[in-house]
């Protein structure tokens, strides 16, 4: 499992990122985002609210369970090691966060899952990957982020770089030319307004977009 997903990522780039979205719509979601050519999508668990945090699992479960491995579906805003059983559980095949948390990457591996935390600085980029990381996530990437992914991977060009945060059907080539191996892609692509309209074609449609903007 672990050999598949890294390919998936080194191929096709893009993780699609979900938020805020109930489990009756993620699968929809899921199967838009599969029609537009993305195999891969994130469930993100909301720090603010842990009560509900048993709905991103079962969200992550109604994506494995609707698709299989047709569709790669990870876990994020992952912070404990309790998380990352709980998303393993689910059915999550990889493990995002927002820091570097040594813990979670070391439970993470632990449990065969794809290790994919985050970082901003130099020191936390190298500390993730020395801790046992497959990727690390850049965020977030916000104004001149692609010339910032391009510094850090000219001495860390051992370690595959995602970007995260801020990342567009526009821009999302300029991260790949400056060195990042993939990316997450959240609103501009998940947007939760079309969600809930039912507008999942949209989706499919900004997902074809993206795709075909960084095969150019």
């Known amino acids: 499992m672990r050999e598949q997903v890294i390919k998936a990522v080194l191929e096709g780039k893009i993780i ?10 993620v699968v929809k979601i899921a199967e838009a985002l599969y029609e537009g050519g993305v195999n891969m999508v994130e469930v993100t668990f909301n720090q603010a609210d842990p009560a509900n945090f048993h709905k991103t699992a079962d969200s992550i479960r109604a994506i494995r369970e609707a698709m299989g491995d047709k569709m790669l579906v990870g876990a994020g805003t992952v912070t404990s090691p309790e998380l990352v059983q709980m998303a ?13 948390d040594i813990d979670v990457i070391k ?10 935390p985050g970082a901003y600085t130099a020191t936390e980029a190298k500390q993730a990957h020395n801790a046992g990381a497959d990727f690390v996530k850049l965020f977030p990437c916000i ?9 850090l991977s000219a001495p860390f060009n051992h370690i595959k770089f995602l970007a995260v945060g ?51």
Do not use: H, Q
């Open 16 to 25: 699609a990122i979900v938020r805020g979205v109930d489990t009756d719509s």
């Open 88 to 100: 393993a559980d689910a059915g999550a095949m990889y493990i995002i966060s927002p820091d570097t």
């Open 107 to 116: 439970k993470t591996r632990e449990l065969g899952l794809v290790s994919m």
């Open 143 to 151: 104004e001149g982020a692609p010339a910032y992914v391009k510094a």
């Open 166 to 216: 801020g990342v567009s059907a526009e821009n999302a080539r300029d991260f790949l030319k400056a060195g990042a191996v993939g990316m997450g892609v959240g609103s501009c692509l998940v947007n939760k307004a079309w969600a809930d309209a039912g507008e999942y074609w949209r989706i499919t449609e900004e997902a074809k977009k993206i795709l075909a903007n960084i095969s150019k």
